[in-house]
C-alpha cells in the first residue's frame, strides 16, 4: 500500500503550523510566536512599565496576579522593587514546577519572558488605575477607610461614584483572569507539559508564587529599613 | 516514488509488507515483513525526524530554518517521542521476548 509522496520541509512546516494557535487563542497563547529572548525583551519593557506605574500611581504590585491601591503612600524603592520582586518569584517557581514535572526540554529564557508577558494585563490595569484616570474613584474610598467613621461599612456599600466603581472591578476581574490563563499558557509553552498536567502543577505552582511574594514583602520592607 | 504508508486505510490497523520485489534483478520476496518503527510513522512525522537530524538535533536550528517557533517544534518532538514509546510498547505486546 501507498501513498503520493508529500513529504519535504514544506510538509514539516504545515504538519509543525497545525499545532499552533490561531484567532483569538493568540490573545491569551501568544507564546508561540513570543518565546526565547523576544518574549524577554517584551517582558522586560512590561515590567518596567509596572515599576513606573507602581512609583507614579502609588500602586502595589504585591502578588503575581493582583495589585493594590494602598490606602497610606508606600515609599517608591519599596513600590518599585514589588514587581520585579512578583515577576521573579512567578517565573522562578514555575520553572521549578516545569522543571520537577515536565521531561521535556526547557529553557530558563522561556519562563523569565513568557511570566513576565503574561503580566501585560496587570500592567494595563496598574495604568487604569493612575489618579489622572479611573483611579480617582478610588480616592473617596480611601479617605473613608482613614477617617474609620462608625457607619464605615453602610458607607462603603454606597460610595461615590459607584457605576464607575463597578465598571473598575469587572474590568479588574477580566484582567486578572487575563493574567491566569496568560501565566497558564507560558508554563504550557515553556515547560511542554500536556494541557491536563499544566493545569494541575499551574494551580499549585500559582498558589506556592502567590505565598512566596506575599512573605518576600517582609524581608524586602526590613532591607528597606521600613520596620 | 510513493511514500508507503503504515495503517490500514480501512480499519487503521498497522499494516504489515507481504510481498517486496528487486527493480534490477526482478526477484521477488514474499512473506509477512514488519515495517520499522519509523516507517509506522505518519510522513509528515518522518520527514520532521529528517529535519531534525539534517539540523544535528538542535531545537533551536530547526525552527529558525522552517521559520517556526521553539515551543513549537519541541511540542510535535514530544509528539513524536510519545508515539514511538506507544510503537515500542505495541510491538513488546505484539512480539514478547
Not at chain 1, 462603603?156 to 490563563?181: E, F, K, N, Q, Y
Not at chain 1, 508564587?209 to 532591607?223: G, R
Request: charged share 20%; proline share 7%.
Amino acid at each position: 500500500m501507498s501513498t503520493r509522496n508529500e513529504t519535504g520541509p514544506e510538509a514539516v512546516q504545515q504538519y509543525l503550523r497545525a499545532d499552533e494557535p490561531r484567532g483569538w487563542m493568540l490573545l491569551v497563547n501568544p507564546f508561540r510566536r513570543i518565546e526565547g529572548l523576544r518574549a524577554l525583551l517584551l517582558g522586560l519593557l512590561v515590567v518596567a512599565d509596572t515599576v513606573l506605574v507602581a512609583v507614579y500611581g502609588g500602586i502595589a504590585y504585591d502578588g503575581v496576579a493582583d495589585l493594590h491601591v494602598p490606602p497610606h503612600p508606600l515609599p517608591p524603592s519599596f513600590l518599585a522593587l514589588l514587581p520585579v520582586t512578583a515577576w521573579l518569584i512567578a517565573a522562578a517557581v514555575l520553572g521549578l514546577a516545569g522543571w520537577l514535572f515536565s521531561r521535556s526540554r526547557q529553557r530558563v529564557v522561556d519562563y523569565l519572558g513568557m511570566v513576565a508577558v503574561a503580566r501585560f494585563p496587570m500592567a494595563l490595569l496598574g495604568v487604569l488605575l493612575l489618579p489622572s484616570l479611573l483611579g480617582r474613584y478610588l480616592e473617596p474610598i480611601n479617605r473613608l477607610l482613614e477617617q474609620n467613621p462608625p457607619d464605615l461599612l453602610q458607607r462603603l456599600l454606597h460610595p461615590p461614584g459607584l457605576a464607575a466603581l463597578a465598571l473598575l472591578s469587572l474590568i479588574s476581574v477580566i484582567l486578572v483572569l487575563w493574567t491566569a490563563a496568560l501565566t497558564y499558557f507560558a508554563l504550557l509553552e515553556a515547560s511542554g507539559m500536556s494541557k491536563g498536567r499544566a493545569l494541575v502543577v499551574f494551580l499549585g505552582a500559582a498558589l506556592v508564587a502567590e505565598v512566596l511574594s506575599k512573605l518576600a514583602l517582609i524581608p524586602l520592607a526590613l532591607a528597606l529599613g521600613l520596620g | 516514488m510513493a511514500e508507503i504508508v503504515s495503517q490500514c486505510p480501512s480499519c487503521g490497523g498497522p499494516l504489515e509488507v507481504q510481498r517486496m520485489g528487486c527493480p534490477a534483478c526482478q526477484i521477488t520476496l514474499e512473506g509477512s515483513f514488519q515495517l520499522g518503527l519509523l516507517e509506522r510513522l505518519s510522513p509528515a512525522e518522518r520527514q520532521f525526524v529528517v529535519e531534525f537530524v539534517k539540523a544535528s538535533g538542535s531545537l533551536k536550528e530547526m525552527a529558525r530554518r522552517l521559520g517556526v517557533s521553539y515551543p513549537t517544534v519541541r511540542s510535535r518532538l514530544d509528539d513524536i517521542i510519545s508515539r514511538v514509546e506507544r510503537l515500542e510498547e505495541e510491538r513488546r505486546h505484539e512480539h514478547p521476548e
